[in-house]
């Protein structure tokens, strides 16, 4: 089936330093999501993307769907404590309404 | 402002005890889908709704069950819990409806206890 490779699986940083992380894919995907998972709550919505090449920022974080469509990275500028979790990349295919995830890179952030 | 709400966020049910663990949405999403996740890793498709379609994964064990009375409304019914279910629950919801209709949102969660 379908997988998506995401790396690192785990990071850990000083506070204010950037961070980056990618997923990539021998499938192509039509649509990329990145989430961040808190512990103990469900996966929040960060970014999500729809076009090959399309690059698009909320806040410090910035994303861009691969021109190949079979990849995707996330980077956050200027790190702080809040943003310690596990970001997750997952991405969709079309027809099956259906989300392939990587597994995840845990971020931890020391002040 | 809630809008995918799980109940219980805890839940802890004995061996071989039935559980039904509930899910609602605000967003008037027409498609409805009910995750596992264990520690550290990524969300695993138990089933999911498109509408009253019901669409199960093929390797969704037959313990794990699932209700769709109406659109805001889904529950995970799980007959005969074993140690092995303990985990977070996920709902997440999504409508083929609307531009983006490929996002995911996903409720807080309930983590289900086994003893």
Not at chain 1, 11 to 24: K, L, Y
Not at chain 1, 54 to 59: A, D, I, K, P, R
Not at chain 1, 77 to 84: E, G, K, L, R, Y
Not at chain 2, 77 to 96: E, F, H, Q, V
Request: aromatic share 12%.
């Amino acid at each position: 089936g379908q997988q998506l490779n995401q790396s690192p699986q785990s990071m850990f940083i000083q506070e204010g330093e950037d961070v980056s992380m990618n997923c990539t894919s021998s499938s192509i995907f039509n649509t990329w999501l990145w989430y961040k998972q808190d512990p103990g709550e469900g996966p929040v919505l960060l970014i999500a993307l729809y076009k090959a090449g399309e690059l698009t920022s909320n806040g410090r974080l910035t994303a861009q769907f691969g021109i190949t469509r079979k990849d995707s990275f996330l980077n956050i500028s200027a790190s702080i404590p809040s943003d310690v979790g596990i970001y997750f990349c997952a991405g969709h295919t079309g027809g099956a309404q259906k989300l392939v995830f990587g597994q995840g890179t845990r971020l931890t952030i020391n002040p | 402002d809630a809008m995918v709400i799980q109940n219980p966020r805890y839940q802890v049910t004995q061996f071989g005890k039935p559980v039904t663990l509930s899910c609602s949405q605000t967003l008037n999403h027409n498609v409805m889908y009910w995750y596992q996740q264990k520690s550290s890793q990524a969300p695993k498709l138990l089933f999911h709704y498109y509408d009253k379609d019901f669409n199960n994964e093929a390797d969704t064990p037959d313990n794990f069950q699932s209700r769709r009375p109406n659109t805001s409304f889904c529950f995970l019914d799980i007959r005969s819990p074993g140690l092995g279910d303990a985990a977070m629950y996920l709902c997440a919801t999504s409508s083929l409806l609307l531009a983006g209709g490929n996002e995911q949102y996903f409720g807080p969660g309930t983590r289900l206890t086994v003893t």
